[in-house]
Protein backbone atom coordinates (compact mmCIF):
# COMPACT_ATOMS: atom_id res chain seq x y z
CA UNK A 1 0.00 0.00 0.00
CA UNK A 2 1.83 3.20 -1.22
CA UNK A 3 2.13 6.74 1.36
CA UNK A 4 -0.39 8.66 -0.44
CA UNK A 5 -3.04 5.34 -0.42
CA UNK A 6 -2.81 5.23 3.51
CA UNK A 7 -3.03 9.27 4.13
CA UNK A 8 -6.44 8.54 1.87
CA UNK A 9 -7.60 6.20 3.83
CA UNK A 10 -6.52 7.27 7.09
CA UNK A 11 -8.10 10.92 6.72
CA UNK A 12 -11.32 9.32 4.84
CA UNK A 13 -11.43 6.95 8.60
CA UNK A 14 -11.04 10.40 10.59
CA UNK A 15 -13.38 12.18 8.78
CA UNK A 16 -15.81 9.12 9.33
CA UNK A 17 -14.91 9.43 13.03
CA UNK A 18 -15.26 12.73 13.34
CA UNK A 19 -19.22 13.45 11.82
CA UNK A 20 -20.14 10.05 13.03
CA UNK A 21 -19.50 11.21 16.83
CA UNK A 22 -20.85 14.97 16.12
CA UNK A 23 -22.85 15.47 13.41
CA UNK A 24 -24.95 12.20 13.07
CA UNK A 25 -24.81 12.09 17.48
CA UNK A 26 -27.36 14.40 17.12
CA UNK A 27 -29.74 13.29 14.64
CA UNK A 28 -32.35 11.18 15.05
CA UNK A 29 -33.43 9.11 12.16
CA UNK A 30 -30.63 9.19 10.14
CA UNK A 31 -28.10 7.42 12.32
CA UNK A 32 -25.06 5.89 9.84
CA UNK A 33 -22.28 4.16 11.52
CA UNK A 34 -19.91 5.64 9.17
CA UNK A 35 -16.61 3.87 10.38
CA UNK A 36 -18.10 0.64 9.52
CA UNK A 37 -19.01 1.89 6.52
CA UNK A 38 -16.12 3.23 5.41
CA UNK A 39 -14.63 -0.33 6.23
CA UNK A 40 -17.23 -2.36 4.52
CA UNK A 41 -16.37 -0.03 1.01
CA UNK A 42 -12.84 -0.86 1.38
CA UNK A 43 -13.29 -4.02 0.55
CA UNK A 44 -14.57 -2.97 -3.02
CA UNK A 45 -11.10 -1.57 -3.35
CA UNK A 46 -8.30 -2.99 -4.74
CA UNK A 47 -6.68 -2.88 -1.45
CA UNK A 48 -5.24 -6.57 -0.15
CA UNK A 49 -7.42 -8.13 1.92
CA UNK A 50 -5.21 -8.60 4.54
CA UNK A 51 -4.65 -4.96 5.14
CA UNK A 52 -8.73 -4.35 4.71
CA UNK A 53 -9.35 -6.64 8.08
CA UNK A 54 -6.20 -4.30 9.61
CA UNK A 55 -7.73 -1.29 8.74
CA UNK A 56 -11.19 -2.71 9.87
CA UNK A 57 -9.63 -4.20 13.16
CA UNK A 58 -7.84 -0.70 14.05
CA UNK A 59 -10.92 1.42 13.23
CA UNK A 60 -12.97 -0.75 15.59
CA UNK A 61 -10.58 -0.62 17.89
CA UNK A 62 -10.26 3.50 18.06
CA UNK A 63 -13.96 3.70 18.07
CA UNK A 64 -14.20 1.68 21.29
CA UNK A 65 -11.15 3.55 22.94
CA UNK A 66 -13.91 6.47 22.49
CA UNK A 67 -16.71 4.89 23.89
CA UNK A 68 -16.98 3.45 27.37
CA UNK A 69 -17.99 -0.21 26.38
CA UNK A 70 -15.49 -3.12 26.44
CA UNK A 71 -12.50 -2.82 24.40
CA UNK A 72 -11.80 -5.03 21.53
CA UNK A 73 -15.61 -4.81 21.13
CA UNK A 74 -15.87 -3.47 17.91
CA UNK A 75 -13.31 -4.27 16.44
CA UNK A 76 -13.97 -8.39 16.40
CA UNK A 77 -17.13 -6.86 14.95
CA UNK A 78 -15.56 -4.34 12.40
CA UNK A 79 -13.01 -7.09 11.10
CA UNK A 80 -15.73 -10.07 10.65
CA UNK A 81 -18.05 -7.60 8.67
CA UNK A 82 -14.84 -6.37 6.47
CA UNK A 83 -14.04 -10.41 5.95
CA UNK A 84 -17.57 -10.44 5.14
CA UNK A 85 -17.52 -8.15 2.57
CA UNK A 86 -14.46 -9.41 0.74
CA UNK A 87 -16.12 -12.71 0.39
CA UNK A 88 -19.14 -11.26 -0.87
CA UNK A 89 -18.10 -8.45 -2.81
CA UNK A 90 -18.80 -9.54 -6.18
CA UNK A 91 -22.29 -9.18 -5.01
CA UNK A 92 -21.70 -5.07 -5.20
CA UNK A 93 -21.01 -5.36 -8.51
CA UNK A 94 -24.07 -4.94 -10.07
CA UNK A 95 -24.73 -1.67 -9.24
CA UNK A 96 -25.10 1.01 -7.21
CA UNK A 97 -28.62 0.19 -5.81
CA UNK A 98 -27.16 -3.25 -5.07
CA UNK A 99 -24.12 -1.69 -3.73
CA UNK A 100 -26.32 -0.45 -1.46
CA UNK A 101 -27.99 -2.98 -0.32
CA UNK A 102 -25.03 -5.36 -0.04
CA UNK A 103 -23.76 -2.31 2.21
CA UNK A 104 -26.95 -2.06 4.52
CA UNK A 105 -27.13 -6.02 4.99
CA UNK A 106 -23.29 -5.93 6.09
CA UNK A 107 -24.31 -3.32 7.90
CA UNK A 108 -27.18 -5.14 9.54
CA UNK A 109 -24.82 -7.89 10.37
CA UNK A 110 -22.31 -5.84 12.13
CA UNK A 111 -25.47 -4.60 14.38
CA UNK A 112 -26.48 -7.45 15.55
CA UNK A 113 -23.31 -9.16 16.45
CA UNK A 114 -22.44 -5.47 18.26
CA UNK A 115 -25.65 -6.21 20.59
CA UNK A 116 -24.96 -9.96 20.59
CA UNK A 117 -21.40 -9.94 21.58
CA UNK A 118 -21.94 -6.64 23.47
CA UNK A 119 -24.60 -8.69 25.76
CA UNK A 120 -22.26 -11.07 26.27
CA UNK A 121 -19.35 -9.15 27.87
CA UNK A 122 -22.44 -7.46 29.55
CA UNK A 123 -22.42 -4.02 27.73
CA UNK A 124 -25.60 -2.04 28.93
CA UNK A 125 -24.55 1.45 27.61
CA UNK A 126 -25.36 -0.83 23.81
CA UNK A 127 -28.66 -1.94 25.14
CA UNK A 128 -30.25 1.81 25.72
CA UNK A 129 -33.60 2.74 24.36
CA UNK A 130 -34.30 2.40 20.90
CA UNK A 131 -31.97 -0.46 20.31
CA UNK A 132 -33.94 -2.54 18.06
CA UNK A 133 -35.27 0.77 16.11
CA UNK A 134 -31.19 1.14 15.46
CA UNK A 135 -31.04 -2.11 13.93
CA UNK A 136 -32.85 -1.08 11.33
CA UNK A 137 -31.91 2.26 11.37
CA UNK A 138 -28.52 2.02 10.51
CA UNK A 139 -28.41 -0.42 8.30
CA UNK A 140 -30.71 1.90 6.47
CA UNK A 141 -28.72 4.57 6.69
CA UNK A 142 -25.35 3.14 5.58
CA UNK A 143 -27.83 1.63 2.50
CA UNK A 144 -28.62 5.46 1.31
CA UNK A 145 -24.56 6.39 1.84
CA UNK A 146 -23.11 3.15 0.50
CA UNK A 147 -25.65 3.69 -2.69
CA UNK A 148 -24.67 7.55 -3.19
CA UNK A 149 -21.33 7.60 -2.16
CA UNK A 150 -19.75 3.68 -2.74
CA UNK A 151 -18.47 4.23 -5.77
CA UNK A 152 -16.62 7.78 -5.33
CA UNK A 153 -15.02 6.41 -1.96
CA UNK A 154 -13.43 3.62 -4.30
CA UNK A 155 -12.59 5.64 -6.91
CA UNK A 156 -10.93 7.67 -4.44
CA UNK A 157 -8.67 4.84 -2.91
CA UNK A 158 -7.37 3.22 -5.90
CA UNK A 159 -7.44 6.69 -7.64
CA UNK A 160 -9.21 5.03 -10.46
CA UNK A 161 -11.89 7.35 -12.48
CA UNK A 162 -13.06 4.12 -14.03
CA UNK A 163 -13.56 1.91 -11.10
CA UNK A 164 -17.62 1.41 -10.51
CA UNK A 165 -18.69 2.79 -13.52
CA UNK A 166 -21.00 -0.28 -13.93
CA UNK A 167 -21.58 -0.88 -17.58
CA UNK B 1 -22.22 -17.41 -1.10
CA UNK B 2 -19.05 -16.91 0.12
CA UNK B 3 -16.62 -16.84 -2.28
CA UNK B 4 -12.82 -17.90 -1.33
CA UNK B 5 -10.03 -17.60 -3.55
CA UNK B 6 -7.04 -20.41 -3.03
CA UNK B 7 -4.07 -19.59 -1.66
CA UNK B 8 -5.37 -16.05 0.04
CA UNK B 9 -4.40 -15.34 3.38
CA UNK B 10 -7.68 -13.42 4.90
CA UNK B 11 -8.97 -16.58 6.68
CA UNK B 12 -5.76 -16.62 8.84
CA UNK B 13 -5.36 -13.22 9.49
CA UNK B 14 -9.14 -12.91 10.49
CA UNK B 15 -8.62 -15.58 12.71
CA UNK B 16 -5.62 -14.04 14.09
CA UNK B 17 -7.07 -10.63 14.68
CA UNK B 18 -10.19 -12.04 16.75
CA UNK B 19 -7.44 -14.00 18.84
CA UNK B 20 -6.17 -10.80 19.69
CA UNK B 21 -9.68 -9.09 19.62
CA UNK B 22 -10.79 -11.39 22.60
CA UNK B 23 -7.21 -11.41 24.85
CA UNK B 24 -8.16 -7.42 24.65
CA UNK B 25 -11.69 -7.92 25.66
CA UNK B 26 -10.79 -10.52 28.83
CA UNK B 27 -7.89 -7.96 29.36
CA UNK B 28 -10.21 -4.85 29.37
CA UNK B 29 -12.87 -6.99 31.09
CA UNK B 30 -10.01 -8.18 34.02
CA UNK B 31 -8.22 -4.61 34.76
CA UNK B 32 -11.98 -3.09 34.96
CA UNK B 33 -10.96 -0.52 32.61
CA UNK B 34 -7.56 0.49 34.23
CA UNK B 35 -3.88 -0.03 33.60
CA UNK B 36 -2.99 -0.13 29.93
CA UNK B 37 -6.12 0.38 28.62
CA UNK B 38 -7.21 3.50 29.92
CA UNK B 39 -3.99 5.18 29.28
CA UNK B 40 -4.48 4.19 25.45
CA UNK B 41 -8.41 5.69 25.99
CA UNK B 42 -7.19 8.65 27.51
CA UNK B 43 -4.50 8.92 24.57
CA UNK B 44 -6.98 8.40 21.79
CA UNK B 45 -9.58 11.08 23.28
CA UNK B 46 -6.78 13.25 23.66
CA UNK B 47 -5.48 13.04 20.03
CA UNK B 48 -9.51 13.34 18.85
CA UNK B 49 -11.13 15.44 20.77
CA UNK B 50 -9.92 18.64 19.14
CA UNK B 51 -11.25 17.81 16.51
CA UNK B 52 -14.12 17.04 17.49
CA UNK B 53 -15.34 20.32 19.41
CA UNK B 54 -13.90 22.20 15.90
CA UNK B 55 -16.68 19.91 14.17
CA UNK B 56 -19.10 20.21 16.97
CA UNK B 57 -18.38 24.07 16.64
CA UNK B 58 -19.15 23.98 13.23
CA UNK B 59 -22.03 21.56 13.11
CA UNK B 60 -23.98 22.48 16.41
CA UNK B 61 -25.14 25.65 14.57
CA UNK B 62 -26.27 24.15 12.10
CA UNK B 63 -28.23 20.83 13.59
CA UNK B 64 -29.93 24.11 15.54
CA UNK B 65 -31.12 26.13 12.43
CA UNK B 66 -32.36 22.97 11.10
CA UNK B 67 -33.71 21.62 14.31
CA UNK B 68 -35.75 25.54 14.64
CA UNK B 69 -37.10 24.93 10.91
CA UNK B 70 -38.69 21.73 11.68
CA UNK B 71 -40.11 23.23 14.83
CA UNK B 72 -41.27 26.22 13.64
CA UNK B 73 -44.80 25.09 13.69
CA UNK B 74 -45.04 24.44 17.68
CA UNK B 75 -42.41 27.30 18.02
CA UNK B 76 -44.89 30.13 19.62
CA UNK B 77 -46.81 27.44 22.24
CA UNK B 78 -43.10 26.39 23.28
CA UNK B 79 -41.90 29.88 24.17
CA UNK B 80 -45.44 30.42 26.02
CA UNK B 81 -44.86 27.03 27.80
CA UNK B 82 -40.98 28.07 28.53
CA UNK B 83 -42.24 31.85 29.26
CA UNK B 84 -44.69 29.78 32.06
CA UNK B 85 -41.50 27.55 33.06
CA UNK B 86 -39.68 30.51 33.64
CA UNK B 87 -42.35 32.63 35.88
CA UNK B 88 -43.08 29.35 37.90
CA UNK B 89 -39.06 28.85 38.32
CA UNK B 90 -38.22 32.51 39.71
CA UNK B 91 -41.56 32.19 42.28
CA UNK B 92 -39.46 28.72 43.24
CA UNK B 93 -36.16 31.04 43.24
CA UNK B 94 -37.73 33.17 45.47
CA UNK B 95 -39.04 30.90 48.06
CA UNK B 96 -35.13 29.21 47.86
CA UNK B 97 -33.77 32.79 48.90
CA UNK B 98 -36.25 32.45 52.00
CA UNK B 99 -35.21 29.19 52.98
CA UNK B 100 -31.74 29.91 52.37
CA UNK B 101 -31.78 32.92 54.47
CA UNK B 102 -33.74 31.08 57.49
CA UNK B 103 -30.97 28.04 57.00
CA UNK B 104 -28.21 30.85 57.13
CA UNK B 105 -29.94 31.71 60.57
CA UNK B 106 -30.12 28.16 61.59
CA UNK B 107 -26.67 27.19 61.04
CA UNK B 108 -25.35 30.51 62.74
CA UNK B 109 -27.23 29.33 65.97
CA UNK B 110 -26.36 25.29 65.47
CA UNK B 111 -22.20 26.93 65.31
CA UNK B 112 -22.56 24.47 61.69
CA UNK B 113 -19.92 24.34 58.77
CA UNK B 114 -22.04 24.87 55.94
CA UNK B 115 -18.84 24.80 53.80
CA UNK B 116 -18.58 21.63 54.19
CA UNK B 117 -21.56 20.38 52.22
CA UNK B 118 -20.61 22.91 49.19
CA UNK B 119 -20.22 21.28 45.65
CA UNK B 120 -18.59 22.82 43.31
CA UNK B 121 -20.11 22.62 39.11
CA UNK B 122 -18.44 22.76 35.93
CA UNK B 123 -20.45 23.42 33.30
CA UNK B 124 -19.61 21.37 30.04
CA UNK B 125 -21.02 21.05 26.56
CA UNK B 126 -21.78 17.84 24.51
CA UNK B 127 -20.03 17.49 21.56
CA UNK B 128 -20.83 14.02 20.47
CA UNK B 129 -21.08 10.44 21.05
CA UNK B 130 -19.15 7.34 20.03
CA UNK B 131 -21.36 5.61 17.98
CA UNK B 132 -24.70 5.51 17.04
CA UNK B 133 -25.32 2.96 19.37
CA UNK B 134 -22.92 3.46 22.34
CA UNK B 135 -25.30 5.94 24.81
CA UNK B 136 -22.51 7.49 26.29
CA UNK B 137 -22.03 11.35 25.91
CA UNK B 138 -18.37 12.98 25.24
CA UNK B 139 -18.35 16.59 26.82
CA UNK B 140 -15.94 19.62 26.22
CA UNK B 141 -14.36 19.56 29.56
CA UNK B 142 -11.84 17.42 31.05
CA UNK B 143 -8.90 16.86 33.87
CA UNK B 144 -7.63 20.82 33.36
CA UNK B 145 -11.47 21.89 34.44
CA UNK B 146 -11.33 19.79 37.35
CA UNK B 147 -13.42 17.07 36.33
CA UNK B 148 -12.65 12.94 37.62
CA UNK B 149 -13.68 9.72 37.36
CA UNK B 150 -16.64 8.54 38.96
CA UNK B 151 -18.21 12.50 39.14
CA UNK B 152 -21.82 13.10 39.13
CA UNK B 153 -23.89 14.85 36.14
CA UNK B 154 -27.01 16.34 36.03
CA UNK B 155 -28.69 18.80 33.75
CA UNK B 156 -29.34 22.31 33.52
CA UNK B 157 -32.92 21.56 35.66
CA UNK B 158 -30.72 19.71 38.32
CA UNK B 159 -32.00 16.52 37.08
CA UNK B 160 -29.10 13.23 37.35
CA UNK B 161 -27.77 12.78 33.98
CA UNK B 162 -25.04 9.84 35.10
CA UNK B 163 -21.62 9.84 35.70
CA UNK B 164 -17.93 10.64 34.20
CA UNK B 165 -16.38 7.39 33.23
CA UNK B 166 -12.80 8.32 31.46
CA UNK B 167 -11.15 11.60 31.35
CA UNK B 168 -7.94 13.16 29.41
CA UNK B 169 -7.37 16.50 29.29
CA UNK B 170 -9.86 18.89 27.50
CA UNK B 171 -12.37 16.11 27.24
CA UNK B 172 -14.23 13.31 29.47
CA UNK B 173 -17.34 10.47 28.76
CA UNK B 174 -20.31 10.40 30.66
CA UNK B 175 -22.51 7.46 30.98
CA UNK B 176 -25.88 7.73 31.32
CA UNK B 177 -27.71 6.54 34.69
CA UNK B 178 -30.38 4.23 32.05
CA UNK B 179 -27.65 2.65 30.69
CA UNK B 180 -24.89 2.61 33.23
CA UNK B 181 -23.65 -0.96 34.57
CA UNK B 182 -24.64 0.18 38.18
CA UNK B 183 -27.67 0.67 39.80
CA UNK B 184 -28.57 4.74 42.00
CA UNK B 185 -29.73 4.39 45.78
CA UNK B 186 -32.49 6.78 45.53
CA UNK B 187 -35.47 7.39 48.13
CA UNK B 188 -38.86 7.75 47.27
CA UNK B 189 -40.88 9.97 49.99
CA UNK B 190 -39.15 8.10 53.07
CA UNK B 191 -38.78 4.52 51.37
CA UNK B 192 -34.92 3.55 49.98
CA UNK B 193 -34.43 1.72 47.41
CA UNK B 194 -32.22 1.09 43.74
CA UNK B 195 -33.30 2.02 40.12
CA UNK B 196 -31.45 -0.07 37.70
CA UNK B 197 -31.18 0.56 34.09
CA UNK B 198 -33.23 -1.62 31.59
CA UNK B 199 -32.37 -2.88 28.46
CA UNK B 200 -34.26 -1.08 25.36
CA UNK B 201 -36.18 0.83 27.87
CA UNK B 202 -35.59 4.61 29.03
CA UNK B 203 -37.19 4.04 32.06
CA UNK B 204 -35.33 2.15 35.16
CA UNK B 205 -36.94 -0.25 37.24
CA UNK B 206 -37.12 0.21 41.10
CA UNK B 207 -36.57 -2.72 44.16
CA UNK B 208 -37.32 -1.30 47.13
CA UNK B 209 -36.47 -4.25 49.58
CA UNK B 210 -37.97 -3.18 52.68
CA UNK B 211 -41.21 -1.20 51.34
CA UNK B 212 -43.62 -0.19 54.04
CA UNK B 213 -46.11 2.01 51.96
CA UNK B 214 -47.16 1.58 48.43
CA UNK B 215 -45.98 4.26 45.67
CA UNK B 216 -47.50 6.32 43.33
CA UNK B 217 -47.57 7.19 39.78
CA UNK B 218 -46.40 10.74 39.80
CA UNK B 219 -43.74 10.66 42.98
CA UNK B 220 -40.50 11.81 42.60
CA UNK B 221 -37.40 9.77 42.94
CA UNK B 222 -34.02 11.68 43.96
CA UNK B 223 -30.74 10.16 44.72
CA UNK B 224 -30.50 8.81 48.30
CA UNK B 225 -27.80 9.29 51.34
CA UNK B 226 -27.06 5.66 51.22
CA UNK B 227 -25.53 6.47 47.52
CA UNK B 228 -22.06 6.33 47.10
CA UNK B 229 -21.96 7.96 43.83
CA UNK B 230 -24.15 10.70 44.01
CA UNK B 231 -25.25 13.31 46.61
CA UNK B 232 -28.08 13.30 47.96
CA UNK B 233 -31.61 15.23 47.12
CA UNK B 234 -31.04 15.40 43.79
CA UNK B 235 -34.29 14.38 41.22
CA UNK B 236 -33.78 11.23 39.34
CA UNK B 237 -37.20 10.75 37.76
CA UNK B 238 -40.61 9.82 38.56
CA UNK B 239 -42.27 6.55 39.35
CA UNK B 240 -44.24 5.54 36.25
CA UNK B 241 -46.36 3.03 37.71
CA UNK B 242 -48.45 2.71 41.18
CA UNK B 243 -47.24 -0.38 43.34
CA UNK B 244 -47.66 -1.83 46.52
CA UNK B 245 -45.56 -3.72 48.84
CA UNK B 246 -45.42 -7.83 48.15
CA UNK B 247 -45.81 -10.30 50.99
CA UNK B 248 -42.23 -10.20 51.51
CA UNK B 249 -42.20 -6.48 52.09
CA UNK B 250 -40.25 -5.71 48.63
CA UNK B 251 -41.21 -3.84 46.33
CA UNK B 252 -40.89 -3.57 42.55
CA UNK B 253 -42.13 -0.38 39.89
CA UNK B 254 -41.06 1.65 36.84
CA UNK B 255 -39.17 4.53 37.15
CA UNK B 256 -38.82 7.34 34.35
CA UNK B 257 -36.14 8.97 33.95
CA UNK B 258 -36.25 13.24 34.31
CA UNK B 259 -33.28 13.61 32.23
CA UNK B 260 -33.09 13.03 28.49
CA UNK B 261 -29.72 12.61 27.40
CA UNK B 262 -30.28 12.77 23.39
CA UNK B 263 -31.60 16.00 23.45
CA UNK B 264 -28.94 17.70 26.14
CA UNK B 265 -26.70 20.04 24.89
CA UNK B 266 -25.16 21.55 28.24
CA UNK B 267 -24.08 18.83 31.18
CA UNK B 268 -23.03 20.00 34.62
CA UNK B 269 -20.85 18.25 36.11
CA UNK B 270 -20.36 18.27 40.24
CA UNK B 271 -17.36 17.92 42.44
CA UNK B 272 -18.58 15.30 44.48
CA UNK B 273 -17.52 13.60 46.55
CA UNK B 274 -15.73 16.91 47.91
CA UNK B 275 -12.30 18.30 47.75
CA UNK B 276 -10.60 15.94 50.18
CA UNK B 277 -8.41 19.20 51.15
CA UNK B 278 -11.51 20.53 52.06
CA UNK B 279 -12.27 17.60 53.95
CA UNK B 280 -9.10 17.42 55.90
CA UNK B 281 -8.85 21.36 56.81
CA UNK B 282 -12.74 20.64 58.42
CA UNK B 283 -11.57 18.29 60.62
CA UNK B 284 -8.66 20.08 61.63
CA UNK B 285 -11.47 22.87 62.46
CA UNK B 286 -12.47 22.76 66.10
CA UNK B 287 -15.65 24.43 65.23
CA UNK B 288 -18.50 21.86 65.70
CA UNK B 289 -18.97 20.40 61.53
CA UNK B 290 -21.29 18.07 60.45
CA UNK B 291 -19.73 15.11 59.01
CA UNK B 292 -20.73 12.50 56.64
CA UNK B 293 -19.29 8.84 56.66
CA UNK B 294 -20.25 6.30 54.06
CA UNK B 295 -19.38 2.48 54.18
CA UNK B 296 -20.19 0.06 51.93
CA UNK B 297 -21.70 -3.06 52.40
CA UNK B 298 -20.21 -6.80 51.02
CA UNK B 299 -22.57 -7.15 49.45
CA UNK B 300 -22.12 -4.05 47.45
CA UNK B 301 -25.35 -2.05 49.04
CA UNK B 302 -23.65 0.83 50.99
CA UNK B 303 -24.61 3.16 53.81
CA UNK B 304 -24.30 6.76 54.36
CA UNK B 305 -24.59 8.25 58.01
CA UNK B 306 -24.73 11.91 58.90
CA UNK B 307 -23.51 13.56 62.81
CA UNK B 308 -23.47 16.43 63.68
CA UNK B 309 -20.26 16.34 65.96
CA UNK B 310 -19.37 18.65 69.01
CA UNK B 311 -16.10 19.62 70.47
CA UNK B 312 -15.85 19.64 73.85
Redesign the interface.
Known sequence: MRVRTVLIVGVLL?LA????????????VF???L?MLVVILLALTRLR??LV??VA?LS????D????????????VF??VG??A???R?RADLGRIATGLWAGLLTLAG?VL??LVGTL??Q?????????D?LL??PLANAVLAWIFGPVVVRLVDRDATAFRYA | ????QPG???LP??VT??V??????T???RSE?AGV?AV??T???TI?SP??KA??FV??PV?DLVDSLSNVATLRERNLDLEQQLNEAEAEVIAMQDALARLEVLEQMYRLDATATSIGRTVAQI??????????L?IDKGSSSGIAPGQPVIDSNGYVVGSV??VTGGSA?V??I????DGVAVTVEDQRGVAF?Q????AMRLDILEADAPVIAGQRVVTSSASIRFPAGYPVGVIAADAAPSNDGSLTTTVEPLSEP?SLRVVIVLAWPPDPVTAVSTEDDPEPSTTTSTSTTLDGSSTTSSTIAEDG
Not at chain 1, 60 to 63: A, D, I, P
Not at chain 1, 124 to 132: D, K, M, P, Q, Y
Not at chain 2, 127 to 134: A, L, N, S
Not at chain 2, 178 to 181: I, L, R, T
Open positions: LLVVQTTLFSQTAVPDVPELGFGLVVLLGSSVLGLRAITVYLLRTEMLVFGTVLLGEGVILLV | MLNRDRTTLLLIGLLLMFDVGTLRGTQILQAAVNVIGRPDPIDQTIQNTVPAVGPPVNSRD
